[in-house]
């Protein structure tokens, strides 16, 4: 059999890149973890974008700007050291194994963004925003991005920032090992101040990743908790009933899932408020 010729394309400034997304099959390769593994057999080029200057996380004013072309290990070891309670530190250093995290970008996974996804729940929690070139240029909130097809249509993502916060996290991933995907996940912030025990709960964010609509902000929920005093919110009566479906997954129905998001999601609250 003979093997399909590929073009590899090597843009070394941003300047080239859309001329390359305007032509027909060809594909952004960023870290290749998902391209490699799907049907490549009507692709006819690929764009490299490791000399790019995409590969950046820094502070800047406050606001934290990651590269898509940063791998996940990349990620949490620079956030360690400029934004070092970051939710995204605990979800991206438990996914997937060492090797594949080396490679796996920012950029892929948003675009790509697998239903076992450790990362796309804490973005969404963060409320980041993407920065795109090509058919859309500028930047997008997060949501936005994942909405709008057109949005996503031939541009490159070359990053995404978000407002550097001082907030208390809680991150949980339901795996029956730690290198199976994960069927859903639980990315919980809420605002710290010095006493959260004596103070009220502010701006909670709460994302379950891997449901029925891939993923799902739970606004009732954190409209129940908003401008509560920690000690007093019923946590067992909020969570009694998630406004979140799930579909069937292999080893787990839709109502065991659920089951499963309430009692997890009963124990994230409690670690996140109550700690
Ligand atoms: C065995 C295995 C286990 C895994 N487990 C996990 C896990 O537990 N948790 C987790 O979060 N992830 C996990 N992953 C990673 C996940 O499944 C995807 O493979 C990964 O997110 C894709 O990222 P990438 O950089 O490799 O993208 P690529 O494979 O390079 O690209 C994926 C898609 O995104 C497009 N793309 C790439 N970069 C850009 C860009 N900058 N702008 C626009 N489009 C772009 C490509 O054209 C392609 O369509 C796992 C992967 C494997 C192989």
Redesign the pocket.
């Known amino acids: 059999m003979k093997l399909k010729e590929i073009t590899w394309y090597f843009p070394s400034n941003l300047e080239e890149v859309p001329e390359l997304l305007k032509k027909e099959r060809v594909?952004?390769?960023?870290?290749?973890?998902?391209?490699l593994?799907s049907n490549l057999a009507r692709v006819e080029g690929l764009i490299d974008?490791k000399a790019l200057p995409l590969n950046y996380c820094r502070e800047r004013e406050g606001v934290i700007e990651i590269g898509?072309g940063c791998t996940y290990s990349q990620i949490t070891e620079v956030l360690q050291k400029i934004d070092s309670h970051n939710i995204l530190i605990r979800s991206l250093s438990g996914?997937?194994s060492t090797p594949?995290r080396n490679?796996?970008?920012l950029?892929?996974?948003i675009?790509?963004f697998?239903v076992?996804?450790?990362?796309m729940g804490p973005l969404l929690a963060l409320e980041a925003e993407v920065a795109l070139i090509g058919s859309s240029k500028g930047s997008f909130p997060l949501v936005e991005y994942l909405k709008k097809r057109e949005i996503r249509n031939r541009?490159?993502?070359t990053g995404i920032y978000y407002k550097k916060r001082e907030l208390n996290s809680y991150y949980f991933r339901q795996s029956r090992t730690h290198f199976d995907?994960?069927a859903f996940s639980i990315s919980i912030l809420v605002k710290k101040s010095a006493s959260l025990s004596a103070s009220r709960i502010e701006e909670p964010a709460i994302v379950i990743v891997g449901c029925r609509n891939k993923f799902s902000k739970l606004s009732s929920l954190e409209e129940s908790l908003k401008n509560c005093s920690p000690d007093e919110v019923q946590i067992k009566d909020i969570t009694g009933s998630l406004e979140v479906e799930f579909a069937a997954k292999k080893n787990y129905s839709p109502d065991y899932l659920k089951h499963l998001a309430a009692v997890e999601m009963e124990r994230a609250l409690k670690a996140v408020l109550r700690s």
């Open positions: 594909l952004v390769y960023g870290g290749g973890t998902a391209l593994r974008l898509a996914a997937a594949l490679r796996i970008t950029g892929g996974s675009a790509f697998p076992w996804s450790d990362l541009s490159l993502i995907y994960s």
